[in-house]
C-alpha cells in the first residue's frame, strides 16, 4: 500500500488547501503587528473569491473584443484563461478585497469605530454582497488557470503532479518568508511594528500611526481578495463559483495568526497542519473502514476541530504570546486623546 | 445653537441623535442601492414597506416578521451581555442548533411521551443543550485562556455536522410508502435526512388564525404560543440586566482584570455568566424554533437560517440595550420577511438578498455613528459660546 | 418574402393564442421554488427551461416567477406560503425534501394547485407528484463503463444514501458487472445535491484512488471539469454537461420536465387538473411512445462501435424490449431478490421506489 503516486497526491492537496489560508493568513500578520484587529477576512475572501471568477471567465474574451476582433474569433478564448488573463483577475480580486478592507479603515481609523464589531460587519457584508448578487454559474466558463512550468514537466509521471502545482503555492511560501524578512529588517516593517506595540509612544516620535494602519489594512483585504480568488479558480482545479464557498477560511487564516503567536514562519506550519485536516475527509471517507459518527460527524469537522486543538495547545504558554503579540492590538486610537 | 459636547458615560440626547443620524443615512443609502439594484425601485421600495398589506391574508405575513422579531431578539440579547463585557461569543448559530438538539434528545431521553405536560420539559433540555455547547469557549477561555470569538465560531461548524450526523443516523426518520391499496410497504428516508417529527401535542400551535380572501380557509399564522415563552424570556433577563444588582454589575463588567474589583466579580465569572447567558437564551430559541415551526430536526443547513448570525447585527443596532435591541430586531425582521414577499412577486423578483444588504449598511451606519452616543445634545446661545 | 411569413405566423400564433385564453380573463400564475441556483446547470436549471418552455407555450396566458436556493426545511414553509399569497394558481416545488412542506402549505390553500418533483406524499387531492426513471440512464452509463475503463475503477459521487440514487448504483453496477466483471465501484457520499466544492473534492479523491471514469448523481459540472482538467472520462448529469468536458464527457443524463410542465399548466388552463403521479422514464409510456422525462444526451470520446451499442441499448431501454433491473437480481448476499424469486420478469415499481439494499457487485455498506 506504500505508493509513491498517493502520498504525492495527498501532498499536493495539501498544499492545494493551504495556499489560500497562507496567504490571506500573511495579509492578517501584517494587519495585526499594526495594531488593528480585522475579523471581516471571511467577508474579503469571499468578494475576492467572486470578482476573480468573474473576471478570470470575462477577461480574456473582453480583452479579445477591445483589441477589435469580431466575436466569433474571440469566441476561442470562452473558457480558456491565459497567463495575462489569470494575473489580471487575481489582481482584480485582490482590488475587491482591498476595497471592502477601505471601509474597514474609514470606520476604524477616521469614526474610531470597534474593531470587533465593524470586522464582523465586513464579514457579514461580504458575504451579502456575494449572496444573491453572485454570478449566474452558466454565463461563466473558466477551464483552465496558467501553468507556468512547461506542460512537458507536468506531464512527467509522479513528479509531475507536484510541479503543476499552481504558482501561487509557490509565491505564498515565498511570501511568508519575505514577510519575516519586511517586519524585522526593513524600516517600514519596522514602522509597523512600533504602531502596533505602543501607538501613544509611536505618535509622540511622529509616526504617522494611522497611515500605517491604513496601509496594513488595504495590504490585508488586498492578500485576502487575492486568497479568495485562489479558491474560486485554482483549488478546485475546476474553476466554479458558490455562495459561500470560502467556508470559514478566513477564520482560520485568524486563527493561524493566534496559532502562530505572530511568528511568520509558524503560519506556514498552521497552514500545512490545517491543510491536512481538510485533505483527510474524503479520504479517510474512501478507506471504509470508519464508523458512519465518524465519515459524517468527525470527518466533516476536522478542519475546525484541529484549529480549536491546537489554539487550546498555544494558548496555555501566556508568556510566548505576550512576547509576540503587538502591545496595542484592537485599541482604538485617535492622535487627539 | 445646537451643540455637541462630550458626555462621559454617554447622554440619552446623544444616543437619540445617533440613533436617527443612523436611521436617516440607511433609508438614504439603500434607497440609492435598491435604485441601482432593481428595474422598479420605487415600487419594491414600497412592497418592501407594506407587504403586511398586501396579499391574499395580511396576518400570515405578520406572523413571518413577529416570530422573526422574537428569535432574533432574544439571541441578541443573550449575546449583548457578552458585548459589553469584551466577551465575544459569535458562535450562536451553534447554540441554537444544540439547543434543538438538546430538546429533541430530552423528548426521547424522557421516553417520547406523547403529552402537553412534557413541553416544559423540552425547552429545559433546549436551554441546557445551548449552554453545553457555550460551556465548550467558556471554559477554554476562563481557564485556558483560548480565545472564545474563534472557538465559538468554529463549533458552529461542528455543531452544523453533529446536526447532520444525528438525523442521517440514530435519528434518521422516514416517510412510509404505501401500495396501491395503501398498505405500508416500506419507509423512504428523507432526504435531506430528518428525525420523526414531535407528536402534534408538543408543538407550539397558532395564536392567531388569518382569514384567506381568495378561498375563506382559516390559515394559522406564525404568532404561535412559543413566543410567549420567548418574550417571557426576554422580559425576565431584560428587567434582570436593567433593575438589579446582577444586572448592574453584569453591565459594567469587563473580561479583563482590571475592571474586576469595579464590577464585583472575577474575569472568570464574567465569561461564565456572558456564555450561560447567551447560550442558553440561544439553545431556547431552538427548542422554540423546532417545536413552532421544524417539527423535526433536520441537516445542519436546512435547519438553520442564520438567525444566530443575524442577532451579532441586531445587538449592536440595538446598542446592545435590551430596548434598543427589541426595536432593532423588530425592524430587521419586517425587512426581512419583506424582502422575500417581493422576491415571490413575477413583476419584482427582486433577490431577497435586498434585506441581507440593508442590515449590513444600517449596521455600519450605527457604528459609524456610535460614537456621537458618547455626547450630550445642548442648546446654547451664541454668545454663550465663547464662554 | 421571408419576413412577412414569419409576420403571418406571428400572427396566426397570437390569434390563436388570444382564442385560446380569451375566456380566461387573467393569465394563469404559476410559481417554482427552486433548491439550489438556476446558474447549478443541472438540476435547478433544468427545471428553469421547464418553466421557460411554459412561458412559451402559452404566451400572455401565462406569468412565472420563482424562487431560487431555497432550504429544505421550515424556510421551504415561508417560501411556498408567499407564492400562494401572491396568487400564484400552480406553484411547482422542485426538490424531494419540499414534500412535506409542500403538503403544509397545500393544506392551507385549497384553491392553489402543488406539483412536488420526485416525492410521493399527496395529502389533499390539490398536490400531484411526478419523477422521472433517470436509472434508465444509469444502464447505458454502466455498458460504455465497462467498455472504457482501463483501471477497472469507477469512481461514483452520491449525493444522499436515498432510494433515488441507490437505484441508479444498483442499475449501474448490474449492467457495469454484466460486461465486465473486474470492474469495481467506489462510492464518496458528498452528502449534499449541490456543493461544487465538495464534489470537485470527490472527484479529485477518487481519481487520486485510481478512478478512470466518473459517475456523478450531483447537480455541479464540478466533477466534470476535474475530469477534464485530469484527463478522464466522466458522465454528466441532469444538463448536458458536454461542454465542461470537452475531452471528458461520455453522455450526459439529461432531466427534460418541458412536456410535463406545460401538460400541466395546460390542464389548469382547461380545468382538467387533478391530483396525481407521473412516472416518466425515457419515453411516457416506458413502450417507445413519446419523450419522456429523461433522455441521454452528447455522446462522445468513445469508439464508434462501442456508441451504437450504447446507442441500440437505449433504444431497447425506450422500447420497453428490455427493463432497466430485469430479473434475476441478486442482493450482496448472493439471494434472488424478493420480486424475482416470486417469478417476475424484473424488478417491480414498488421495489424501486423503497430500494435500500445495494445489489451483488456493489461493494460496501449503505450508509447508516
Known amino acids: 500500500m506504500v505508493d509513491l503516486t498517493y502520498w504525492l497526491a495527498l501532498l499536493v492537496t495539501v498544499l492545494n488547501y493551504a495556499t489560500p489560508l497562507l496567504i490571506a493568513a500573511i495579509g492578517v500578520l501584517i494587519v495585526e503587528k499594526s495594531g488593528v484587529l480585522n475579523l471581516g477576512v471571511e467577508g474579503m475572501m469571499i468578494v475576492g473569491a467572486m470578482v476573480g471568477y468573474v473576471a478570470g471567465s470575462y477577461l480574456d474574451t473582453a480583452s479579445c473584443k477591445l483589441m477589435g476582433f469580431d466575436g466569433v474569433t474571440c469566441l476561442q478564448f470562452e473558457g480558456s484563461l491565459t497567463i495575462p488573463g489569470y494575473i489580471a483577475a487575481f489582481l482584480l480580486a485582490g482590488v475587491a478585497g482591498a476595497a471592502l478592507a477601505s471601509l474597514f479603515a474609514l470606520m476604524t481609523q477616521v469614526f474610531n469605530a470597534n474593531h470587533v464589531a465593524t470586522g464582523l460587519g465586513l464579514t457579514i457584508l461580504g458575504l451579502t454582497l456575494t449572496n444573491g448578487f453572485g454570478p449566474d454559474a452558466k454565463d461563466m466558463r473558466v477551464e483552465s488557470v496558467a501553468n507556468i512550468l512547461p506542460d512537458a514537466w507536468v506531464d512527467l509521471p509522479v513528479i509531475g503532479r507536484l510541479l503543476g502545482t499552481d504558482l501561487l503555492t509557490y509565491l505564498s511560501f515565498a511570501a511568508a518568508v519575505a514577510s519575516l524578512y519586511f517586519l524585522s529588517r526593513t524600516r517600514l516593517g519596522m514602522l509597523v511594528r512600533a504602531a502596533g506595540e505602543n501607538h501613544h509612544a509611536a505618535h509622540a516620535i511622529g509616526y504617522p500611526v494611522r497611515l500605517i494602519r491604513v496601509g496594513t489594512i488595504l495590504f490585508g483585504g488586498f492578500m485576502a481578495g487575492i486568497a479568495g480568488a485562489y479558491i474560486s479558480l485554482v483549488q478546485l482545479e475546476a474553476p466554479t463559483w458558490r455562495e459561500g464557498m470560502t467556508a470559514g477560511a478566513g477564520w482560520l487564516a485568524l486563527a493561524l495568526i493566534l496559532f502562530s503567536t505572530w511568528r511568520p514562519l509558524r503560519v506556514v506550519l498552521g497552514a500545512l497542519l490545517f491543510g491536512l485536516a481538510f485533505s483527510l475527509e474524503l479520504r479517510l471517507q474512501t478507506m471504509g473502514w470508519m464508523p458512519s459518527w465518524g465519515v459524517q460527524f468527525i470527518l466533516p469537522s476536522l478542519p475546525y476541530l484541529v484549529p480549536v486543538l491546537v489554539l487550546v495547545i498555544i494558548s496555555r504558554n501566556s508568556a510566548m504570546i505576550r512576547a509576540n503579540q503587538p502591545g496595542s492590538l484592537a485599541e482604538p486610537f485617535s492622535p487627539s486623546s | ?387 | 418574402m421571408k419576413l412577412s411569413k414569419t409576420f403571418a405566423t406571428g400572427l396566426v400564433a397570437a390569434a390563436l393564442t388570444a382564442g385560446a385564453f380569451s375566456a380566461q380573463a387573467e393569465p394563469v400564475k404559476v410559481g417554482f421554488i427552486y433548491v439550489g441556483p438556476i446558474g447549478d446547470l443541472g438540476w435547478t436549471y433544468r427545471h428553469d427551461q421547464g418553466r421557460l418552455a411554459i412561458e412559451e407555450a402559452l404566451g400572455d396566458g401565462v406569468v412565472t416567477t420563482y424562487k431560487e436556493n431555497v432550504e429544505e426545511g421550515a424556510a421551504a414553509v415561508d417560501a411556498i406560503t408567499d407564492m400562494a399569497e401572491a396568487g400564484q394558481d400552480i406553484i411547482f416545488t422542485t426538490s424531494f425534501g419540499y414534500m412535506d412542506p409542500t403538503n403544509q402549505v397545500a393544506a392551507n390553500y385549497p384553491n392553489v394547485k402543488f406539483e412536488h418533483a420526485t416525492g410521493f406524499k399527496r395529502e389533499t387531492d390539490n398536490v400531484s407528484t411526478f419523477s422521472a426513471r433517470f436509472y434508465e440512464g444509469r444502464v447505458v452509463q454502466g455498458l460504455i463503463a465497462a467498455k472504457m475503463t482501463k483501471t477497472n475503477k469507477i469512481g461514483y459521487i452520491g449525493s444522499f444514501p436515498i432510494p433515488e440514487v441507490i437505484r441508479g448504483i444498483n442499475a449501474f453496477t448490474t449492467e457495469l458487472k454484466k460486461h465486465n466483471p473486474d470492474a469495481e465501484v467506489e462510492i464518496i457520499w458528498a452528502f449534499s445535491w449541490f456543493d461544487p466544492a465538495k464534489e470537485a473534492a470527490a472527484a479529485q479523491t477518487l481519481i487520486d484512488n485510481g478512478a478512470d471514469i466518473i459517475v456523478q448523481h450531483t447537480d455541479s459540472p464540478a466533477a466534470m471539469q476535474v475530469a477534464e482538467a485530469r484527463g478522464v472520462k466522466a458522465f454528466g448529469q441532469a444538463s448536458d454537461m458536454s461542454r465542461f468536458g470537452p475531452n471528458a464527457h461520455l453522455v450526459s443524463i439529461v432531466d427534460n420536465w418541458d412536456t410535463y410542465y406545460v401538460d400541466r399548466v395546460k390542464a389548469v388552463v382547461d380545468g382538467t387538473w387533478s391530483s396525481g403521479d407521473t412516472w416518466w422514464g425515457l419515453t411516457k409510456d416506458g413502450m417507445g411512445g413519446e419523450q419522456g422525462m429523461v433522455q441521454l444526451a452528447s455522446y462522445g470520446n468513445m469508439p464508434d462501435d462501442l456508441m451504437a451499442e450504447a446507442k441500440a441499448l437505449e433504444a431497447s431501454l425506450a422500447s420497453g424490449e428490455r427493463h432497466a433491473l430485469p430479473c434475476p437480481i441478486n442482493n450482496q448476499a448472493g439471494e434472488l431478490v424478493k420480486d424475482c424469486a416470486d417469478g417476475a420478469a424484473h424488478l417491480s415499481d414498488l421495489t424501486l421506489v423503497t430500494m435500500n439494499f445495494y445489489v451483488e457487485g456493489v461493494t460496501g455498506n449503505i450508509p447508516q
Open chain 2, 1 to 387: 445653537m445646537i451643540r455637541l459636547l462630550p458626555a462621559k458615560g454617554g447622554h440619552w440626547s446623544g444616543a437619540l441623535l445617533s440613533v436617527l443620524v443612523a436611521t436617516v443615512a440607511t433609508v438614504v443609502i439603500s434607497a440609492i442601492l435598491l435604485a441601482f439594484l432593481t428595474d422598479k425601485p420605487v415600487r419594491t421600495l414600497w412592497e418592501l414597506l407594506t407587504y403586511t398589506m398586501q396579499g391574499g391574508t395580511p396576518a400570515v405575513q405578520w406572523g413571518k416578521a413577529l416570530s422573526e422579531g422574537f428569535y432574533l431578539a432574544v439571541i441578541a440579547l443573550g449575546l449583548s451581555v457578552g458585548y459589553k463585557a469584551g466577551v465575544w461569543n459569535i458562535g450562536a448559530e451553534g447554540q441554537f442548533a444544540a439547543g434543538a438538539i438538546g430538546a429533541y434528545l430530552t423528548w426521547l431521553v424522557l421516553g417520547a411521551p406523547v403529552t402537553v405536560a412534557v413541553m416544559p420539559f423540552l425547552l429545559l433540555g433546549g436551554v441546557l443543550g445551548g449552554m453545553v455547547w457555550a460551556a465548550i469557549p467558556a471554559a477554554l477561555r476562563a481557564h485556558l485562556n483560548t480565545n472564545e470569538l474563534l472557538v465559538s465560531l468554529m463549533l458552529v461548524y461542528v455543531a452544523t455536522n453533529l446536526l447532520t450526523y444525528l438525523v442521517q443516523s440514530p435519528l434518521q426518520g422516514c416517510a412510509p410508502a404505501l401500495d396501491a391499496a395503501g398498505n405500508q410497504v416500506g419507509c423512504i428516508p428523507y432526504s435531506p435526512a430528518q428525525s420523526e417529527k414531535l407528536p402534534s401535542v408538543l408543538r407550539f400551535g397558532p395564536l392567531v388564525f388569518g382569514t384567506s380572501a381568495s378561498s375563506g380557509a382559516s390559515i394559522g399564522t406564525k404568532i404561535h404560543s412559543g413566543l410567549l415563552v420567548l418574550g417571557g424570556a426576554y422580559f425576565v433577563v431584560a428587567a434582570i440586566l436593567l433593575f438589579t444588582l446582577i444586572g448592574f454589575r453584569l453591565r459594567v463588567a469587563q473580561s479583563s482584570a482590571k475592571a474586576e474589583r469595579f464590577a464585583g466579580f472575577s474575569s472568570a465569572v464574567t465569561i461564565w455568566l456572558s456564555f450561560m447567558i447567551s447560550g442558553g437564551l440561544a439553545g431556547l430559541t431552538g427548542a422554540v424554533f423546532l417545536m413552532a415551526e421544524s417539527f423535526s430536526l433536520t441537516v445542519g443547513g436546512a435547519f438553520l437560517s442564520n438567525l444566530g448570525f443575524a442577532a451579532i447585527v441586531i445587538a449592536f443596532l440595538g446598542r446592545l440595550h435590551p430596548v434598543g435591541i427589541l426595536a432593532a430586531a423588530f425592524a430587521i425582521a419586517y425587512i426581512n420577511s419583506g424582502a422575500s414577499w417581493v422576491a415571490s412577486q413575477p413583476e419584482l423578483r427582486a433577490d431577497d438578498s435586498v434585506a441581507g444588504f440593508i442590515e449590513a449598511i444600517a449596521l455600519f451606519c450605527a457604528l459609524a455613528t456610535a460614537a456621537l452616543s458618547q455626547r450630550r445634545l445642548i442648546w446654547k446661545k451664541e454668545a454663550a459660546s465663547h464662554g
